[in-house]
């Protein structure tokens, strides 16, 4: 099983980036899918996850301005940023619970994409 995260890059305060990020491989079902981010000196944070249902949780210091998503048929999780302020400067890692075809339940992690925001 791989998650392949795409879509991270440059941008100044105040504007957008759409994260996407495509699970392959041995995969039976996707449980939960989210993003986090670590800046540098920081830990890895939780930033939103998003059930195989559509039930979704931000941290607080995203809610309103990014809006997670997922398209289950093709096993993908996106994340919309807007409004974006240095403060979101990070590399964002995907996440996801996925249950293979031979029945284990296990936890993946893509690269990481960096998302860098400039004031």
């Known amino acids: 099983v791989q998650l392949q995260a795409s879509g991270g890059g440059l941008v100044q305060a105040g504007g957008s980036l759409r994260l996407s990020c495509a699970a392959s491989?041995?995969?039976?079902?996707?449980?939960?899918m989210g993003w986090y981010r670590q800046a540098p000196g920081e830990q890895r944070e939780l930033v939103a996850t998003?059930?195989?249902?559509?039930?979704?949780n931000y941290a607080d210091s995203v809610k309103g301005r990014f809006t997670i998503s997922r398209d289950n048929a093709k096993n993908t999780v996106y994340l919309q940023m807007n409004s974006l302020k240095p403060d979101d400067t990070a590399i964002y890692y995907c996440?996801?619970?996925?249950?293979?075809?031979?029945?284990?339940?296990?936890?993946?992690w893509g690269q990481g994409t960096q998302v860098t925001v400039s004031s």
């Open positions: 491989g041995n995969i039976f079902s996707i449980n939960v």
């Open positions: 998003i059930t195989n249902g559509g039930r979704t």
């Open positions: 996440n996801a619970n996925i249950q293979t075809r031979y029945g284990s339940w296990s936890e993946y």
